[in-house]
Structures are given as structure tokens and as C-alpha cells.
């Protein structure tokens, strides 16, 4: 009864109106700010991932460091490795085929920390659950109201939270019923392209789950609907230039961001955020090809605005992981991730010597802050 109680107060939550909203102070987006890395980060790690015939890696589209363990996807070979914080090879998923275990594609996985399971996500409807040594425990058949579930992400021990691109950007379901009991933020006008689209402007933090709305500057707690704005001033995108894009995107009338920019109808993109103990983070992209890092530093209650760091080292696309930035070397978007100067004399040794053609990529953990 109390679990069929606790289900009714948690969907009735849900729809509650937003009833709590912060709005920062003005930050000035065009401004370029001298950043070192030693005011935003505690501390580096770099660690080789151990090379042989079971580990070996393809690409990495994704890394979760869990548990003084990394856990990397690599959609290419279709596979999920596990490697300890050394870069120790554990063991590997890669599970691919026809049969019922096996998955036909894998787009996303996740970390179920209140079950300590690992989530592995087919975009058209099958979650492949593994525990945390690797093993397969079951595949669930989500429901086919959706057809496109692009990432997944664990709000307790039976609630999960999809994003999607069908129909609804937010979807919660709950893993003991096998049933959708909350949708939120409809497709409008069926528009989803790049732009509009809600994936990867999710992140978890605090145990609460934040989704950024596609083409605002909104960042929306999804369990308490509390609304965090960025404010951009003069330069936060207007709604009615916002609808003259989708207007554009449903009529199939395409131009690149960089029109959009040169049209004055976007001042930016933001193509993540995110949030640690000490900062708010958001990554941004202008229509002359620049991304800018947004680090809001709640303790000192200031931003910074910067394209690099003074050490040459940018951010495009990284892996938000807990109190930490993880990039990969060599990576797949090339960016300065990293600068001999800063690393101790152990981690020079192990860029030098890394061979990018025979190793597997380093991972380089930045660790805010705090």
C-alpha cells in the first residue's frame, strides 16, 4: 500500500505547476576571461587503459567513472569495457547478435546506482540490464508507445527517466509495473533536428535529475519542476526568433547555425550543461565556429566566460562524471584536451610514449574544485 501510495504522490508531484525559479545575475557571453585550469580543478588524473586482445578499443563515445572504475562505451565495436582507475582491464560487454541477449544496436548505457546495475539502451525500445561484474540479468521491452528512447537515467530503485525524440522529450516509466506513468515537454510540430533535439542536455546531480529544454537557456529539475535560467541579458535568444527557426525546421527549410548566426537570429547554442558541488557549467557554440565554457562558481559567485584556458586546453563535447571533466586522447573531436606543463612527471611519461595507433586512448580526469 505504502509503495502504491508513494507512486500516486510521485505522479501527482509531477504535474505540479513550476512553483520555484532562479535567474542569475547578468553574465556577459561575449566577454573572454584569463582562466587557468588551476582555479577550476583540484587536481589531474591520466591513465592509460590497459591494451590486449579482450580490451581492445574502437572509439569512445562515452565514459562513466563509477566506483573507482571507468566504464566506456564504444558504439563502433558495439561493447561496454570496464577498466579499474589504474586503466585495468576488468571485462567487457559485447553481447551483439540475434539472440535473446543479445541487442542489435546500442546507443546509450547508463550507471543504476540504486540497484548497482549497468543500463544498456537500444534506441527502439529494449533495455539490456548486466550487473556491476558484467553480467546479463534480463532484457526488458519497454513500451511501444515510443519508438526512439535515447538515453536512460535511474531516479531511484524503480524509476527510470528516458529521454526521447519521439513525440515526448521526458519520459518516466516505472521498472515494476513495465508502464509510462508520466510524459512531459511534447515534440512540437514534430520537430527534432539538432538543434531542438533533447539529447545529451541531461545530467544528474544531487540525486536529482536536470533537463535542459532544447533552444532556451531553462535548465528544469525534473522531480520538483524548479527552473534554473541562464541569463544572457541582450544576448538571450528571443522566443520569436526561436519560432521563426522551428517554423523553418517544419518546413524542411534547413539552413546551417552558422545562416542562423549571421541572420541574427541565434546568439548561441548550448550544447550542455552541467553541474558539480561548485559549478555550473554550459558549453556553448557561436556561428563563427567558436565554443565557449561557462563555469558559474557558486561558491565565489561569479562566472567565467572563456573559449581556452590560459593552458591551451578546451572542452567540446566532454564526459561530465560526478566532480570531474573526462576526456579522451586521441578523441574523436579534435581539441586541445590537455598540456604537458601541467601534469606531473609520471603522466608526461605516459603521453610521450602512448602510440595512438597500437594503444588504447588515455583518459585524462579533471577533478573540480570543490
Known amino acids: 500500500m505504502k509503495k502504491k501510495l508513494f507512486v500516486i504522490f510521485f505522479c501527482g508531484m509531477l504535474v505540479l505547476s513550476c512553483s520555484n525559479s532562479t535567474k542569475l545575475n ?24 590497459e591494451t590486449n586482445d579482450q580490451s581492445l578499443i574502437s572509439t569512445i563515445n562515452r565514459v562513466i567513472f563509477y566506483n573507482d572504475r571507468y566504464f566506456v562505451l564504444d558504439t ?23 539472440g535473446s541477449r543479445e541487442y542489435i544496436y546500442i546507443e546509450e548505457f547508463n550507471i543504476d546506482k540504486y540497484n548497482n546495475q549497468i543500463l544498456l539502451l537500444e534506441p527502439f525500445g529494449n533495455l539490456f540490464i548486466f550487473d556491476m561484474n558484467g553480467q546479463f540479468i534480463e532484457k526488458v521491452k519497454l513500451p511501444k508507445e515510443f519508438i526512439a528512447y535515447s538515453e536512460v537515467y535511474p531516479l531511484d530503485k524503480n524509476i527510470l527517466v528516458f529521454i526521447s525524440v519521439d513525440k515526448y522529450q521526458v519520459i518516466f516509466y516505472s ?19 539538432d538543434f531542438f533535439s533533447p539529447a545529451y542536455k541531461t545530467y544528474i546531480y544531487n540525486d536529482s535529475i536536470f533537463f535542459q529544454k532544447p533552444g532556451s537557456n531553462e535548465i528544469i529539475n ?17 522566443k520569436g526568433q526561436i519560432d521563426i527557426i522551428r517554423k523553418d525546421m517544419k518546413n524542411h527549410n534547413r539552413p546551417s547555425h552558422t545562416d542562423y548566426f ?53 572542452f567540446i563535447w566532454p564526459n561530465f562524471s560526478g566532480e570531474s571533466i573526462i576526456v579522451t586522447y586521441p578523441s574523436i573531436i579534435k581539441f586541445t584536451s590537455y598540456n604537458l ?11 610521450n610514449i602512448h602510440n595512438s595507433e597500437m594503444d588504447n586512448p588515455i583518459i585524462i580526469k579533471y577533478n573540480f574544485k570543490k
Not at 83 to 94: M, N, P, S, T
Not at 222 to 238: A, D, M, Q, S, Y
Not at 273 to 284: C, D, P, V
Request: proline share 1%; hydrophobic share 35%.
Open 262 to 314: 549571421a541572420e541574427g537570429l541565434l546568439k548561441y547554442d548550448i550544447l550542455g550543461s552541467y553541474e558539480s558541488e561548485r559549478y555550473k557549467i554550459a558549453i556553448l557554440y557561436f556561428g563563427d565556429k567558436k565554443f565557449k565554457h561557462l563555469f558559474w562558481d557558486k561558491k565565489m559567485n561569479k562566472a567565467a566566460v572563456f573559449e581556452k584556458m590560459d593552458e591551451g586546453i578546451q
Open 341 to 351: 606543463d601541467i601534469l606531473s612527471n609520471e603522466q608526461k611519461k605516459i603521453m
Open 26 to 49: 547578468y553574465i556577459d557571453i561575449n566577454k573572454v576571461d584569463k582562466v587557468s585550469c588551476f582555479e577550476l580543478f583540484e587536481s589531474i588524473d591520466v591513465v592509460q587503459l
Open 222 to 238: 525534473i522531480l520538483n519542476n524548479n527552473i534554473f535560467t541562464w541569463n544572457f541579458g541582450e544576448n538571450n535568444n528571443k
Open 175 to 193: 521498472r515494476k509495473e513495465n508502464k509510462i506513468i508520466d510524459r512531459k515537454y511534447p515534440i512540437i510540430d514534430g520537430v527534432h533536428n
Open 76 to 98: 563502433k565495436m558495439q561493447s561496454v569495457f570496464c577498466y579499474d582507475k589504474y586503466g585495468k582491464f576488468q571485462f567487457k560487454i559485447a553481447q551483439k547478435g540475434q
